[in-house]
């Protein structure tokens, strides 16, 4: 029997012919950093980089080649004009395409502080259409785009199996990396979010310091609706669980982080489209996560997403 492949996404609501070349990039990208991780302890690519991102974060090694990995996929697709990613101060512009439709935005290796214990990590992706001029080059502000103008958004789980879960407004899609065949094949078609039951899932040492009032209203949640607790402290590996089992997962603001942690570019908005095309809610202070007007590259937000009912208890 045939197995449906990435390129299945051409078929999909009115974004897919346009992203599926986007997404088979970002396909062949996940491939090569998933062969990067089994191998790295044994180059000497885990462990600090020397450097600092914009956040003042200690970079890895394997952050810094993961990133390089990904911008250089996206310019083979000769569909892209520039990448904003977390591990970049900068908009990198891909000159040779520079008047290319569209601009991907990119954390390339989430929660890679799991690999010191040979935990899960992810690559975090979404695409907007560029608002400047196709004759000019592409600009920072390109990227500014609210939650609402996404195009495409996904994640690549690098878990005992490569997974790669996205959406081109069409509902959520799941493929998983077939070693035998070397592709991806559907295996997870239309992830609809359980309304309720699965897990709540936070940095629940935080509790003390959680501003917005959230401790006595998280109380009340676990009360109500009886979740059991998961926390894996990789934001794809918590999302992934909380899309196919339910309940909510949330990365507050605390006196340390007082806008929370999670990047609204990198994290909040495809993990919101996500959630949002699943059946589920993405909310941040006050409202949508995909109706907050972006300010700069690397802002922050606090994220509450997941079932709609345990959402609204805590948001
Ligand atoms: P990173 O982008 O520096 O890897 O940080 C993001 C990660 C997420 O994957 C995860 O949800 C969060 O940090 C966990 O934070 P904490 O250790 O504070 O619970
Ligand atoms: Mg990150």
Redesign the pocket.
């Known amino acids: 029997m045939m197995s449906t492949t990435l390129s299945c996404i051409a078929q999909q609501g009115k974004h897919g012919a346009a992203m599926m070349p986007i997404i088979q990039g970002v396909g062949r990208a996940a491939t090569e950093i998933a062969y990067l991780l089994r191998g790295a302890v044994f180059r000497g690519a885990l462990g600090a980089a020397g450097g600092e991102n914009v ?1 003042g ?1 200690q970079q890895q090694k394997i952050d810094v080649l993961s990133d390089e990995i990904f911008l250089e996929e996206m310019r083979s697709t000769g569909f892209v004009c520039a990448v904003g990613s ?1 591990e970049q101060e900068e908009l990198q512009v891909i000159e040779e395409y520079a008047d290319a439709e569209y601009l991907v935005l990119v ?1 390339p290796l ?4 799991n690999l010191d214990i040979d935990g899960p990590v992810g690559t975090i992706f979404s695409v907007v259409r560029r608002i400047s001029d196709r004759s000019q080059r592409p600009v920072e502000s390109d990227t500014l785009q609210a939650g609402r103008n996404v195009i495409a958004a996904g994640y690549v789980l690098y878990g005992p199996a490569t997974m790669l879960v996205c959406s081109v407004g069409a509902g959520v899609h799941g493929f998983t990396y077939n070693p035998n065949s070397a592709r991806f094949e559907l295996s997870h078609p239309d992830m609809r979010m359980p309304a309720s039951g699965g897990y709540y899932s936070v ?1 629940e040492a935080n509790a003390d310091k959680w501003l917005d009032g959230l401790k006595d209203k998280f109380v009340m949640m676990k009360q109500r609706t009886g979740l059991g607790m998961r926390y894996v ?4 590996a ?1 999302m992934h669980r909380t899309l196919l089992k339910g309940g909510v997962f949330l ?1 507050p603001a605390d006196e340390k982080n007082p806008n929370g ?2 990047r609204l570019l990198y ?1 909040a908005i495809p993990m919101g489209f996500l959630v949002v095309q699943a059946g589920g809610k993405a909310m941040s202070r006050g409202g949508s996560v995909l109706d907050i007007q972006p300010e700069g590259l690397h802002q922050r937000v606090p994220v509450y997403l997941g079932s709609a009912d345990a959402v609204d208890m805590l948001a």
């Open positions: 956040q974060e977390e954390d989430d929660g890679s502080s940095n402290g990789s934001m794809v918590d990365y942690k999670l994290e």
